[in-house]
């Protein structure tokens, strides 16, 4: 069953909320954990729902490829905020939400979401 179609026209107000609290720095870590796992999940479960919070954008290349980027509300600005070593200044990430992050990666590359990937390598 699919949770994309169950969601109907309230699924892109439900990423939203969702990358909210996920992007939050006074959010309940908790709460972020099960986010990224519910995300992880969608990675082998919910094709559409995950292409929904990857939010991934297609232009065509000066060599007729396809290029991928970052969409505004795509999951993995938040993911990869989390995760990187820079912001451990400022903000100091867990270590059950570094994992829940790496994790959610992990999924991204195992599930095969090369799109995903091409994005993470640039």
Known sequence: M???ACLGNDAAAIRDAFLTRLQSKIEDMRIKVMILEFLTVAVETQPGLIELFLNLEVKDGNDGSKEFSLGVWSCLHAVLELIDSQQQDRYWCP???????????????QDRRDSAMLVLRT
């Open 2 to 4: 699919s949770v994309y």
């Open 95 to 109: 270590p059950l939400l570094h994992h829940a992050a790496i994790a959610f990666l992990h999924a991204l590359w």
